[in-house]
């Protein structure tokens, strides 16, 4: 079974900013394109950010301009840098890796406080 590990989510007050990361194997990384989702209470899973393999990035509109999504392919690590947050990005992030068959990391808790 392979892993695929996210760490970075916490607490932090409106307007700050935290940096989620994803790991996984090379044999997992290389299949294209991966993505961050997340859920909120009460709420569908929404895709917030992905990235294809060529690189290229799309955003949530309610995210533009605030995350930026990233990976690293030496270290077969994809990264969500969130800035500006609001309380409604208040959240279980879970990143994915393979769009739209992949493979889900355990999901981290993101809560923004107001």
């Known amino acids: 079974q392979e892993k695929v590990v996210e760490s970075g989510g916490g607490l932090v007050e409106a307007g700050g900013s935290l940096r989620l990361s994803c790991t996984t194997s090379g044999a997992i990384f290389v299949i294209g394109t991966m993505g961050w989702y997340r859920q909120a209470p009460g709420k569908l899973r929404e895709l917030v950010a992905s990235i294809t393999s060529g690189g290229t990035t799309n955003y949530l509109d309610s995210v533009k301009g605030r995350f930026t999504i990233s990976k690293d392919n030496a270290n077969y690590t994809m990264y969500l840098l969130m800035n500006s947050l609001r309380p409604e990005d208040t959240a279980v992030y879970s990143c994915?890796?393979?769009?739209?068959?992949?493979?889900w990391g355990q999901g981290t808790q993101v809560t923004v406080s107001s």
């Open positions: 994915k890796m393979g769009i739209p068959i992949g493979y």
